[in-house]
């Protein structure tokens, strides 16, 4: 069973960096699963940010992608998020997830984790 | 990136009606469309992948048809643990995306 857990600052002052990561036990990190990161802002919907492979190969969504990098830490099995330049656009709850290689999507969630952007 | 078009965006129903939900793309994404529930403070659930199939653990009142760029999402007979909000995605293409969600209130 894949557990994940978000961790991370809850506030990040606009124009800073938002730093997350996402601890994964129960399976390799090296196992065949895209780990990947999806954003809700409060009352809004859902939003595919992207994800990456344990051999470092990463899908970004266009619309965050010259802002965005995801990398993955093989020696402590968890991946993590940086978007840089922030705003109060990005204030958001941030999931990592998992999806199987040729599996249907978003099998397993972490439970999510609120970042606030504000001065 | 491919739009999803949920309708309605909410609606309101009662214990035991029969409730569809419709998801359009703005383009073709091949059986690669999944349902997912949402409940406040909670992360998403899958309740159905691959257009009509079932997650296992998911009640067999909800059910998914469609092709193409039409889907649906069927509960039969609403029981009160239904109201959510749910979302449909594509994943035939990258970015996937959600549709914007469906509020299901009582």
């Known amino acids: 069973q894949v557990q994940l857990q978000e961790s991370g600052p809850g506030l990040v002052k606009p124009s800073e960096t938002l730093s997350l990561t996402c601890a994964v036990s129960?399976?390799?990190?090296?196992?065949?699963?895209?780990w990947t990161w999806v954003r809700q802002p409060p009352g809004k919907g859902l939003e595919w940010i992207g994800e990456?492979?344990?051999?470092?190969?990463?899908n970004y969504n266009p619309s965050l992608k010259s802002r965005l990098t995801i990398s993955v830490d093989k020696s402590k099995s968890q991946f993590s998020l940086k978007l840089i330049s922030v705003t109060a656009a990005d204030t958001a709850v941030y999931y990592c997830?998992?999806?199987?290689?040729?599996?249907?999507?978003?099998?397993?969630w972490g439970q999510g984790t609120l970042v606030t952007v504000s001065s | 990136d491919i739009q999803m078009t949920q309708s309605p965006s909410a609606m309101s129903a009662s214990v035991g009606d029969r409730v569809t939900i419709t998801c359009r793309a703005s383009q073709g994404v091949s059986n690669f469309l999944a349902w997912f529930q949402q409940k406040p403070g909670k992360a998403p659930r899958r309740l159905i992948y691959a257009v009509f199939s079932l997650q296992s653990g998911v009640p067999s009142r909800f059910s998914g048809s469609g092709s193409g760029t039409e889907f649906t999402l069927t509960i039969s007979s609403l029981q009160p643990e239904d109201f959510a909000t749910y979302y449909c995605l594509q994943h035939n293409a990258y970015p996937y995306t959600f549709g914007q969600g469906t509020k299901l209130e009582i």
């Open positions: 997830a998992a999806v199987g290689l040729g599996a249907p999507p978003f099998d397993y």
């Open positions: 129960g399976v390799s990190i090296s196992s065949s699963h895209w």
């Open positions: 990456i492979y344990h051999s470092g190969t990463t």
